[in-house]
């Protein structure tokens, strides 16, 4: 985010020393410094990543807002995630009373590759070439670390450090909305009404139904990721892979024909995390945490370099997690205007994108802010805004999980072998170099003005 206030209203460099509010109000016990009242009530379903984005940032620009969420508590799922610079400018705009930043405690969680950099293999285990990792920008940071780790501190912060209620145990059943109004229907029947509702429900949304008005099936992507996270301690015993946990954090890659693996090892090598991203045309199943066999790991990664096959041995466990895909959704609003689509929900990655998260975060910055500068009489032209500017930026960032994907798997290995950074991971500054929140400021009179126009 920009270095200089955008809004008189929030001092975007502000470290929250003040005890007093000078330009803002508090909510609960908060000290952080924020907007005024906007009168507005939101109410956002989900506490991803997505989610908590949304309602941190409605918080800062002054808004009134809850979570509904249906987990019953905070459990620290899943393995590894990647956050570019363009969540890093998120991140660090969000501060803690003491002075410190939420990019400050994620940072010992993530993984810091200044020395190793990445070391990419053809499957064979050829070296290729080593790709260096960038110096870190510090205004923009860019993380990698376990979920789980990660999004306890986002959820903290939101919870405890700014006082936003979320509502644990609370599954959403329906979605509801009249001209004026919308609102949500939980399981046990309770009704709860805000003037917008942002649907940040993940890939499986009951938000995405009413707001498309069908159930929109996903479809098999033909590949799927084996995934697993463990201590590195049956690696530092064996000769042939405890280098990788002893001289700090590693990253490596090994590709082939429709198949990569990606190892880590992460703070300071104690934490060893692979993907393993292969062919699968099995029936799909949407979920996180469905088991895999390791005898299936073993069939994918065979005739591979042996180290791949060192490094899987000392996996305890394997989670199988089947690529789903959905073609871009026609819309991500509802017919009035009230409900709100945000991050998987409206638009699920491929992680070859390493850009889901991110892309969630930034749709809540872009939303908070559409809907401070429009207010609380013309909110639903504040949400076609926030489609209006994100569409396309989302829609093109998505694309490039395939054209990652489809360089790595179908390598020419004669090419790369004369011009050996093609096969490097993209890095390109039109995704990571964006400000979420100066483009939604740039944008915004324009196209606010459209829709204000159309309602009229
Ligand atoms: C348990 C879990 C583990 C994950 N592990 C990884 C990982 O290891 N690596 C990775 O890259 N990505 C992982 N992801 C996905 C990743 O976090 C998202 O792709 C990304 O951060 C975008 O986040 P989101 O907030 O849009 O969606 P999500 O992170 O999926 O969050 C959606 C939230 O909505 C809640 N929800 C869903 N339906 C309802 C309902 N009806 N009522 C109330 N609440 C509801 C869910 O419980 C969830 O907390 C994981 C997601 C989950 C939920």
């Given at each position: 985010?920009?270095?200089v ?10 470290n929250?020393h ?22 507005i ?42 956050f ?87 599954r ?22 805000a ?13 995405r139904?009413?707001v ?17 996270w ?47 991203t292969?062919?699968?045309?099995n ?37 199988d ?5 959905r ?56 949400l ?17 999980g ?20 093609a ?18 400021a ?15």
């Open positions: 985010m920009s270095e206030p955008l809004e008189a209203s929030i001092p975007a460099e502000s929250g003040t005890n007093g509010h000078a330009n803002g109000h508090s909510n609960g016990t908060s000290k952080v410094p924020r907007a005024p009242p906007s009168g009530k939101v109410i956002v379903v989900g506490a991803g990543f997505g989610g908590l984005t949304a309602a941190i940032e409605c918080h800062r620009q002054g808004h009134d807002v809850e979570i509904y969420e249906s987990f019953k508590e905070l459990k620290a799922l899943g393995d590894i995630i990647s570019g610079a363009n969540a890093g400018r998120i991140f660090r705009q969000w501060h803690y009373a003491a002075g410190d930043r939420v990019s400050d405690r994620l940072r010992p969680l993530s993984i810091d590759l200044r020395k190793h950099g990445f070391r990419i293999h053809k499957w064979t285990g050829e070296f290729i070439i080593k790709q260096e990792t960038p110096e870190q920008d510090p205004t923009a940071p860019v993380f990698n670390g376990h979920r789980g780790e990660l999004h306890t501190v986002v959820f903290e912060y939101a919870r405890d450090e700014l006082g936003i209620p979320i509502h644990l145990g609370s959403i059943q329906k979605y509801f909305e009249t001209e004026k109004d919308a609102g949500i229907i939980l399981e046990d029947g309770e009704k709860v009404t003037d917008l509702v942002i649907g940040s429900d993940g890939v499986r949304s009951k938000a139904e009413l498309l008005g069908y159930f929109d099936k996903p479809k098999p992507s033909g590949y799927a990721v084996f995934r697993a463990f201590p590195n301690t049956d690696m530092i015993k064996d000769p042939r892979t405890k280098h990788f946990c002893e001289n700090g954090d590693t990253f490596n890659g090994w590709i082939g024909p429709d198949v990569h693996f990606l190892f880590s090892t992460i703070k300071n090598g104690s934490d060893c995390c692979w993907v393993l292969h062919r699968d045309d029936d799909i199943e949407e979920s996180w945490s469905l088991p895999g066999k390791m005898e299936d790991v073993y069939k994918v990664i065979e005739g591979w370099d042996p180290l791949c096959k060192a490094i899987v041995e000392k996996t305890p466990s394997v989670v997690w089947k690529l789903v895909y073609d871009p959704l026609p819309r991500w609003i509802s017919d009035n205007g009230r409900i709100a689509l945000a991050g998987d929900s409206a638009h699920p990655f491929l992680p070859t994108s390493a850009q889901g998260a991110t892309q969630a975060m930034e749709d809540g910055v872009t939303i908070a802010y559409c809907l401070r500068k429009a207010g609380k009489d013309n909110i639903p032209a504040a076609r805004s926030f489609q209006d500017i994100r569409y396309d930026r989302v829609k093109a960032v998505q694309k490039t395939e054209t990652t994907r489809d360089m790595w798997h179908k390598a020419d290995w004669d090419k790369v072998k004369t011009n050996p950074e096969i490097q991971m993209p890095r390109e500054d039109w995704i990571h170099g964006y400000d979420a929140e100066k483009d939604t740039e944008k915004f009179p324009e196209t606010f003005q459209k829709f204000i126009v159309a309602a009229a």
